[in-house]
């Protein structure tokens, strides 16, 4: 059973940084896409960056390229992402999502709209990131 578990949301200034962890567990997929979505009142869920485990490309959303990174530690089964410059239109509940193992039609197919929130199977409950002054 794959579990994803978020941490390091709250409030921040304008400007300042968050840096958000995704812990998974029961995850022992070799070939899979992991990301960071999120979702401000009343509006869509978004994709803001993710990245493929084979090859490590990583993908951004063109609202947090150059503000946003993201990065991982596979010894600890952790994901991260690094959020600079927060702008008050950050402000939303971020999700970790996985897709779990990949096949190589299933890594095409995500690879053709990554951004695609039913491309991933697992998702965290979600922390809250609230930027304002």
């Known amino acids: 059973q794959v579990q994803l578990v978020e941490s390091g949301g709250g409030l921040v200034q304008p400007g300042g940084s968050l840096r958000l962890s995704c812990s998974a567990s029961?995850?022992?997929?070799?070939?899979?896409?992991i990301g960071w979505f999120r979702q401000a009142p009343g509006q869509e869920r978004e994709g803001v960056s993710c990245?493929?485990?084979?090859?490590?490309?990583?993908y951004y959303a063109d609202s947090v390229k150059g503000r946003f990174t993201i990065s991982r530690d596979n010894a600890k089964n952790t994901v991260y992402l690094q959020m600079n410059s927060l702008k008050p239109e950050d402000t939303a509940v971020y999700y970790c999502?996985?897709?779990?193992?990949?096949?190589?039609?299933?890594?095409?197919?995500?690879?053709?709209?990554?951004?695609?929130?039913?491309?991933?199977?697992?998702w965290g409950q979600g922390t809250q990131v609230t930027v304002s002054s």
């Open positions: 999502a996985t897709t779990g193992q990949l096949s190589p039609f299933a890594k095409m197919r995500w690879s053709t709209n990554m951004w695609n929130p039913t491309r991933y199977d697992y």
């Open positions: 029961g995850f022992t997929s070799d070939n899979y896409a």
């Open positions: 990245l493929s485990s084979r090859d490590g490309n990583t």
